[in-house]
């Protein structure tokens, strides 16, 4: 199986815990490596061009004008190949219920019909959302499996949620 691991993670100030920190390294980057490290996929970081706020507040009211207005980001890297991929592990922050908007760039800049999808998502208490709805709409031919869902602030020590994840979808090299 040949796996990607495309992630998409915010730095800065978080909501962590049920207060805001900043956050050196984002949670889902995190979770992201922990994957990438378990499984030795290859990793593609799903960064917008133009970064986000610094602040919690400020990213939030980004978030929310992305959504609203169907925004689809810029990326900040060229896309992948995804072609060779038989697995596909998007990982995200839920982002206002949903995934953020740069990862419906990312989905709706290739063709992943054919391959396996599965959503990792980290958030602080709404799990998934409507993420896994939201990407099987834009992975149309891909069968996009349900989510890992890990709380945010426990990115740190999630290590057997991934591993039973992994191990109960058969992902592996
Ligand atoms: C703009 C924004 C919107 C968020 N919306 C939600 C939400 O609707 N539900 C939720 O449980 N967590 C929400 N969160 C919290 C994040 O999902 C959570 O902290 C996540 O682990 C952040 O991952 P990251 O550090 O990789 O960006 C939001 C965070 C941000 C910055």
């Not at 815990?17 to 900043?22: A, C, E, K, L």
């Amino acid at each position: 199986m040949k796996i990607l691991v495309a992630y998409f993670s915010h730095k800065g100030e978080n909501y962590f815990g049920g207060r805001i920190i900043r956050i050196e390294k984002g949670n889902t980057e995190k979770v992201a490596e922990k994957i990438r490290n378990a499984t030795g996929a290859d990793i593609y970081e799903i960064r917008s061009a133009s970064p986000y706020p610094e602040t919690y507040k400020e990213t939030v009211a980004a978030a929310v004008a992305e959504l609203s207005g169907g925004v689809r980001p810029v990326l900040a890297s060229p896309m992948p190949d995804v072609k060779p991929y038989d697995a596909v592990v998007i990982a995200y922050p839920n982002w206002c219920g949903t995934v953020p908007m740069a990862v419906l760039t990312f989905l709706e800049s290739a063709d992943f019909s054919g391959k396996k999808i599965y959503p990792v998502c980290t958030h602080e208490g709404s799990g998934a959302g409507r993420s896994v709805s939201t990407i099987r709409g834009a992975a149309p031919g891909a069968t996009v499996n349900e989510a890992l869902e890990i709380v945010g602030s426990n990115a740190d020590k999630c290590d057997l949620a991934v591993t039973e994840y992994l191990r109960e979808h058969k992902i592996s090299l």
